[in-house]
């Protein structure tokens, strides 16, 4: 029952015990030296030296011969370049572990369990999945309103060369922020936040950067470039150059011609800007029989010169409409 009892707690310690660690960082070339395994196991120092050369060393299994080779003296090297990135898990230490057998002459001698940790280095710098991305806000859309922008990724596997902060660059008074939230996995969320009220016809355009920087060192940077659109609301009506219009009409004047050409401008883009005329319903019938409004430039003709001259004056009543939904209007009067 001991003798099974210590068998069992010799094969645990054998599984558990990590006999020599040693570092190595990703990227060196094929042939890189590691260790003397022969020196710090210190298996050499009972041995005379003339029987120094019956001690060798060898991979057990040669699990990872592909990644580590190690010389009969037992000298490790790496036997390829090794890729952190490929060979590990994000966020987790980077290992392989291999058994070394010792030989002394033809039986064995000991077997070393060896783990070597292969070191992130900070070759990634933080990538957007796009260099550029474009997004909206209405004009009239309250403070605090987010758009979401997408993160940033580091495809470095150390806690410290994957680690970013963000950063957003703007110029000076420009009503945006950044916000940063981790989600359940880790990653961040990012959102960029509205400060305080829009005014498109103030300004249309902003040019945002977010900068993403990672924790090595020196520090690497990535940058997604932001172009934020100022949507138009219809908030401005029509607004006529003066309210009102005073024409005189001589009997010669030819039909063709207008006898005014009224002015509107709107600070309101697209449909929302584009204006038609109308007679108000205020504009008598006898008026508008006399007279003819185009809807899209403005211009009244003289439509019918008969019995034009028994009434001196005629009062039309012009309503100036926006395209917008629902539409906004103003009136002027044109005598």
Do not use: W
Not at 55 to 80: D, E
Not at 136 to 147: N, P, T, V, W
Not at 327 to 334: K, N
């Amino acid at each position: 029952m001991l003798l099974s009892l210590s068998i069992v707690l010799s094969v645990v310690h054998c599984v558990l015990t990590i006999d020599l660690t040693y570092h190595v960082e990703e990227e060196r070339s094929p042939g890189t030296y590691v260790a003397d395994i022969a020196a710090d196991s210190k298996l050499l120092d009972n041995v005379k030296p003339s029987d120094q050369h019956l001690i060798t060393f060898s991979q057990f299994k040669r699990k990872v011969a592909q990644l580590f080779n190690i010389t009969k003296t037992g000298k490790l090297y790496t036997a390829q370049t090794l890729d952190a990135e490929d060979l590990c898990t994000f966020n987790k230490e980077c290992s392989r572990t291999m058994k070394v057998v010792v030989n002394k002459g033809t039986s064995v001698s000991k077997i070393l369990k060896i783990k070597i940790v292969i070191e992130d280095i900070n070759d990634h710098e933080p990538n957007f999945p796009m260099k550029n991305i474009n997004i909206e806000f209405y004009e009239d859309i309250g403070k605090g309103a987010k758009r979401s922008i997408p993160n940033a990724i580091d495809k470095d596997v150390g806690f410290q060369n994957s680690l970013m902060q963000y950063k957003l660059k703007s110029k000076n008074g420009e009503p945006f922020s950044l916000s940063v939230s981790k989600r359940a996995d880790g990653i961040s969320s990012l959102k960029i936040v509205l400060k305080e009220s829009l005014d498109r016809e103030i300004k249309d355009t902003y040019l945002l950067q977010v900068i993403a920087k990672d924790g090595g060192s020196p520090a690497k940077q990535g940058v997604l470039n932001i172009n934020i659109s100022v949507i138009d609301v219809n908030d401005n009506p029509p607004e006529f150059s003066k309210p009102l219009y005073n024409v005189s009409i001589q009997s010669t004047h030819h039909k063709s011609k207008p006898i005014i050409v009224l002015s509107v401008s709107d600070a309101d883009s697209d449909e929302n800007g584009k204006i038609t005329f109308h007679f108000s319903p205020k504009t008598s019938d006898l008026a508008k029989s006399y007279f003819q409004l185009n809807k899209t430039s403005g211009e009244i003709f003289v439509s019918k010169y008969s019995n034009l001259g028994k009434k001196k004056t005629y009062e039309l009543f012009i309503e100036a409409r926006d395209g917008g939904n629902p539409p906004l209007s103003s009136i002027a009067t044109v005598l």
